[in-house]
């Protein structure tokens, strides 16, 4: 094996790691679909990184190894035989200097240009929509200026919209993070950051908080809902009509549709609730609550305002200070109408009853 053949035999591994790269654009085993306008120039530079690196790694293992085989000991030598003694060569040293310098230049002007572009803070103009984010332990909060919605657990936006979200925290320091969107940013108390993102592809997509944040951080988990300008115009009027299940819905319906908002509200991020697949530990169980909470309101020493498990239940969410749980701190947001509305709020305690 000549250096002359190992270098063609690298070449052609290279070649293939190249096609690799490029003819597998989705790479779904290494980064899920791209879902935003600002994912392209993210994913790009992530493109040419893997290609330079694995370039770099597959040439210097390669003669790495060819040279270790190349001047191995041979049996008639030595034992102790000393190879020949190799001082400096200028002229590599400069090469292997210059080219990464060259390398770190051109990615820091790729990556100045792509994280511009991202528009980072950037003040939403007229037309932009906007989405004022906020993070608390353990759950999100997306208002919807422009139409007065107000959204937990669940961020819905319209496709191909320029989309400013403003982010905030009522706490601490949590993080906004959706893979498919490439972007992260802090929710941080006492500071609005912003992020701008245009989705280009309907569906949902998981959104998950990605700053350590409290015993329910990895609980924190939304989503997102792109929809079509048609489909997002449908939602926003559903939305604005009070919500609930409908006049005509039968008990069932009521307790099914109940479900739906618990686990849309992301009560189980905090709440244990076996019909809900929800296994949160941060407050209270809400295993058989309804008869916890008719027990509740007929012991000997409660003092509370609520005289029926319904309504001791329906303050609880809008006015959570009102009951504490013994073992429990007063650490629930308060969830007003314009959060969770009264029918949806109705239908939801119907289902908490339920639960024996
Ligand atoms: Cu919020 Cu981690």
Partial sequence: ????????????????????????????????KAAAAQAEGIDDLLRLMMVVGGGLYIFIQGFLLYFVWLYRKRPEEDEDA????????????LAWTIAPLFFIVVLTVLSWEVFQGLGLDQQASAEDYVVEVTAQQF??????????????????LPKDATVVLSLTSVDVIHAFWVPEFRIKQDATPGFTRRITLVPTMEGEFPLRCAEFCGAGHSAMLAKVTVLEAAAFAAWEEEKLSGGGPGPDASPE????????????????????????????????????????????????????????AEEYLKESVRNPGAHIVAGFQNAMPPYEESKLSDADLDAMVQMLLQQK
């Fill in 1 to 32: 094996m000549t250096f002359g053949r190992i270098t063609i035999a690298l070449t052609v591994i290279f070649a293939a790691f190249l096609a690799f790269i490029f003819y597998l654009p989705d790479m779904p085993w290494f980064l899920p």
């Fill in 82 to 93: 000393v190879g020949r003694a190799l001082h400096g060569d200028n002229r590599l040293e």
């Fill in 139 to 156: 759950a999100w909060t997306f208002e919807h200026p422009g139409s007065g919605i107000t959204e937990v657990g669940t961020l819905t």
């Fill in 253 to 308: 319906e009521i307790v099914a549709y109940g479900l739906e908002v618990y686990k849309a509200q992301g009560c189980g991020a905090c709440h244990q609730l076996s019909a809900a697949e929800a296994a949160g530990a941060v407050g209270p169980t809400h295993e058989g609550l309804g008869t916890i909470a008719e027990q509740r309101v007929q012991a000997a020493d409660y003092t509370g305002e609520a005289t029926t």
